[in-house]
């Protein structure tokens, strides 16, 4: 056994010692604690640096700790464990040194500690996860360590309501997991991850396996608050920010990572990628829609996270595994980011902000802005060479260009300054080539860990068809925005959107009113 594979074990159980010395009730709790977590944090981040210096030097493998035949704990060091173990060490060291002086004074300020370092550590346990058992247990511990951060405050009726709302879904979702599993493993004979993804490159679609993919999809669709369980991630904003930061930025992700975990088992059912891609992709115009209604700067971060994971939901249905995996880590480093910086974000806007003439597009500097993003893009992108790229990874840069060709609207309004028109113009190029480096950054790291995205069939084509006009019929809306934003039907869609098109009250009444029956007894209980 090569212990450097262990590197993963070995910095989840320093968090979970940290997690133990902080749970223990103990008053006279030092400074000296929290400087140790800090430190704690710090040695996970570098020993996942140390796991991925494993995978360049000896290349991707998978080590037993302890355990009993395929049943156990293992460590699995590829690119895809890589990747997560550096990202979310990363960020939880940081959320841990924010988390410091954040409740700083706070009576339970130890305890929170140790829960975050708890939860940390049974993420960097699933993201290397070597065997099903292994994923399925600390799949489950995650969410129940979560649970005990978004009640961090039992006194804000709405933290509780978010929280047991996000009880019901997990637990739906935990039990998906677990039967998706036992599909794996039934249809495989062996719980070792490894080895299911090697025979699926070759494997049939049985019924078993179809059934292990519908479970993984639907696992994944409730673990990244897909549309129309998306309601409870809106709605725990009464946590503290720190949760904040790593629920949107690292918890959140774990949908995406299973599907690529899976990728080559996803493969073999078309179907439900394509179910995933519609999901997906309408939480993704679903979200986007409503978060630009939203006044409170973290409320809008939630509903963006939305709208994000749905993208990267739609991603993985279009079997674009390499760039799903490129969108959680720049999503979750500008998320944990933003929420943590969402304190002083409105003074520094204020402060800049400079009153003067808008531009406003007219609808021709609108059409022209779509017509000159999409040959930025498509100049790009023969100068990078089309040649081996999938239709689904160019139609994914057609939609983000499709962003871009806001801002160069702005640049091409009648009253928009020179300086304005050159400097949209600069970054609609830099996004393009952005985009194009990056597919080749990734498809180059991912190598053999990941499938190659195959050749689209009918169905495919559609979703792509179908992608490309909804994403680009939703950027010439907001495009043309000014030019109908006083139409009196907006003022009302405007209501209707900021209450996310009621479908969170409608979710709340399928459940029975049970969240907020029992919030209530619980307000009333607590009541002296």
Known sequence: MNFLYLLPVLASALLFVVAALAIVPDTKRSDLFFKGAEGAGLITFLLAIGATATLLSHGAGTS???GLGDFGLSARIDVISA???CLVSFIGWIVLRYSRSYLQGDANQTVFIGWMAATLASVLMV???GNLFQLAAFWILTSLFLHKLLLFYPDRQAAVRAARKKFVIAR???ATMVGACMALYLSFSTTDIATIQTVAKTGDATLLVILATVLVAVSAI???AQFPTHGWLTEVMEAPTPVSALLHAGVINAGGFLLIRFADVMLLAPGVLATLAMIGGFTALFGGAVMLTQSAVKTSLAWSTVSQMGFMIMQCGLALFPLALLHIVAHSLYKAHAFLGSGTAVDLVSKNRRPGPIAIPNGKAVLRAFVAALVIYGCVGLAFGFDGKSPQAIA???IL???VAYLIAQGLADDAPRALTIRTSIYALAASISYFTLQVGIDYLSGAALPKTPAPGPLEWALIVLALLSFGLVALAQSTFPLWAHHPATAGLRVHLANGLYFNA?????????ATIKTHKTSEETTP
């Open 64 to 66: 037993m700790l302890l």
């Open 83 to 85: 990747t997560m173990l």
């Open 127 to 129: 993201v290397s996860s």
């Open 172 to 174: 739906v979702g935990d």
């Open 222 to 224: 409730l673990k990244s």
């Open 396 to 398: 994914l840069g057609a």
């Open 401 to 403: 260009i499709f962003g």
């Open 506 to 514: 409608m979710f709340d009444r399928l459940i029975g009113g049970w």
